[in-house]
């Protein structure tokens, strides 16, 4: 038998799992797919926005993975840090290891003030709404009349739309029960995302984009004049010599040329406003009262490259709140090589490489091997890479030793696993909060109840 850890549950983690179970050149493959967390599915579960129904319907085509008898959830179990498993131990342990452990840090914006009370990276505002239990309570909404978002990918677009959207509407999601209150009393009337370059340069989707305008109760603003600086707004079909605009391109300009024609909101208009903005450059995060009170801009231009240039104007917007989501990178695990420049493992079709050579049964997949890019369904053939290269070292792997039974190990050395059983007794337990508040289920948001329910096997 070829035994195989996984490390990370998260979509490049199970669908590694789900290549290892599809080949039948080692028909009797075992796999144990490991996770910090007590909880499947990474970002799936942490990532997706409550209000994305369907994107995080995901987790029943994942679940199905993890329920084959080949495979073993183990939850709760770290890898890398002083409290849980090491690599070394774990190469002791499997006859092969991949590290599917995703970019986890936010990019910071390196302007001052950025360290100042509200001021956050938009994966924290995400992980808060999405009950991550590392993150807690966060008051993020209480007092800001004005949210900045800086940043122009679908991060952005989901943070500020959750921000803009009604708390009664999130109250049929899965939203925790302290961030609906929260945003039950948010007082933000004005959220503004606000990007450096032009919105032919944005990385948003069309999907994301058109469903600001759906909001209820909400208004998108965008001004014509920073439209126009666009070069590829003015010309649709692209510029004369240049190559045809990407198909997303020519619908988002579409969209935003529609909304710039509607015009500022007048005094009648109630609600909140989502003010697309462009071609603006943070260079400082204000300080009111010691707290973030505005972000001071600076205004750029197309330059002949491609990219833009300081005008050597400036504007300052007010805002409470202001949330940076300027991209992901990787994290050093503890015990793996790591490049700090490109942020992942250093491999070769997915072979971790050690001085530049390949180490035996170590292999990583996700974003941890490619970086912080692509879609969801990008990890399904970044996961064959890389099982295909386990595949091709097989019959070497079956000859290092191997532990008879890695969780018994684990569990000698002090670690409490959370098994299959565990993760539905919480499944259990969330469906029990919320039909107490009236609603479907709700995440429990804290270590120590998610540990209380996936304990508590006799609900």
Known sequence: MLSVAVVGSGPSGVYTAQALLQQSLVPDVRVHVLDRLPTPYGLVRYGVAPDHEKIKSLQNSLRAVLEDDRVTFVGNVGVGGSEGVSPARLAELYHAVVYCVGASADRALAVPGESLPGSYSATRFVSWYSAHPDVGADPFVLDARSAVVIGVGNVAVDVARILARGAEELRATDVPRAALSALEDSRVRDVHIVGRRGPSQARFTTKELRELGALPGARVVVDPAELALDPAYAAPDGLPGALPLPAVVRRNLEVLRGWSAAGEPTAADAGRRIRLRFFL?????L??????AGVRFARTAPDSGGGVRDTGAYEDVEAQLVLRAVGYRGVELPGLPFDPVRGTVPHTAGRVLRDGAPAPGEYVAGWIKRGPTGVIGSNRSCAKE?????LEDAAALRRRPAADDPLAVLRECGL?????SGWLSIERAEEELGRSLGRGPVKIPDWPGLLAAARDRDR
């Open 281 to 285: 450059r943070p260079v400082e995060l």
């Open 416 to 420: 409490r696993p959370v098994e299959w």
């Open 386 to 390: 890389t099982v295909t290269s386990l």
């Open 287 to 292: 300080e009111r009262d010691g707290r973030v």
